[in-house]
């Protein structure tokens, strides 16, 4: 799933190619990524496009009043394309168009939102006011955005008895920082994914802090000025724990261990995080009973 690095540079990539374009069509294929009906999305047609923005994980393209809203979740993504066909695209089974946005002009070029697999996740939502996303509404402080100091983070914490790793990708608790790059910070602060929020030292939460902040940014340093479509691999390239179970911690040499959940996995360097004491996972121990 994109997180804060990957939409920041998709945020820059489009703003470059969209702003001050007009829309010729826009063909919602998947009705089911479509979550709102009021202003229908023919609405945009004919207008020209502002400023394109961030929220946490969420692209805003402002289009004469109007806000599209795109979250792309886990199989999401989003295509530049060169030359779209006049001709509609053809719903179907194994099509994973969403929507496609087409501007004026000769070349025919914008947009494609397209989702692989069966667990549709892509929303997309046309407003008047962002706000008006329920998980817009919710977003917690931009951890990149101004103002964000180590008080402001450790008011965040106070009081937060979750574990570290669930508070860090808490979208209501911090925009944009999702599985991945929870992953990666941890590492960077060499911390337990398990460890209560509100039992980190003073000197613990100003390091984990820090951590947040350059992980952050040299993943949105890497990720400036690519294409839409090399920033999925750029992400994994990145990456230090996160999706390398079984290879050496490029810090230690420790071998990287993962814990799975029902519906996700973290990963992280025993050496470098827990004192090289592997973490309980309950779904192994239950295997070896
Ligand atoms: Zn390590």
């Known amino acids: ?18 702003t001050g374009r007009v829309i010729a069509a826009v063909l919602p294929v998947a009705i089911s990524a479509l979550k709102t009906h009021d202003p229908p999305v023919t609405d945009l047609v004919g207008r020209t496009v502002g400023p394109v923005v961030r929220h946490g994980k969420f692209l805003d393209i402002e289009a004469g009043g109007l806000h599209l809203v795109i979250h792309l979740a886990r ?5 530049w394309q060169p030359g779209l066909p006049a001709a509609p695209p053809r719903p179907g089974p194994r ?10 002009g000769p070349d025919g070029d914008g947009f494609d939102l397209t989702e692989a697999g069966s667990r549709k996740g892509l929303a997309v939502y046309l407003v008047r006011d962002p706000a008006e996303v329920p998980g817009v509404a919710r977003l917690g402080p931009d951890p990149l955005g101004p103002g964000f100091g180590p008080e402001r983070f450790r008011a965040l914490l106070s009081g937060e008895r979750r574990r570290i790793k669930g508070v860090l990708r808490d979208q209501s608790v911090l925009a944009g920082v999702g599985n991945a790059y929870s992953d990666e910070v941890l590492h960077a602060a060499r911390m337990s994914p398990y460890k209560l929020a509100a039992d980190l030292s003073e000197e613990e939460t100003d390091r984990l802090y820090e951590a947040l902040g350059t992980t952050l940014r040299e993943a949105v340093e890497r990720s400036r000025g690519l294409a839409a479509g090399e920033l999925k691999a750029e992400k994994k390239v990145g990456m230090r724990v996160h999706g390398r179970t079984g290879q050496p911690c490029p810090v230690c040499g420790d071998t990287v261990r993962e814990v799975s959940f029902a519906d996700s996995s973290l990963q992280y360097c025993p050496t470098c995080q827990t004192g090289g004491r592997p973490l309980a996972d309950r779904r192994l121990s239950r295997l070896l009973k």
Request: negative net charge.
């Open 1 to 18: 799933m994109p997180e804060l690095p990957e939409v920041e540079a998709l945020t820059a990539y489009l703003s470059e190619r969209l």
């Open 75 to 79: 199989a999401g993504w989003l295509r």
């Open 95 to 104: 099509n994973p168009l969403a929507l496609r946005v087409r501007l004026e």
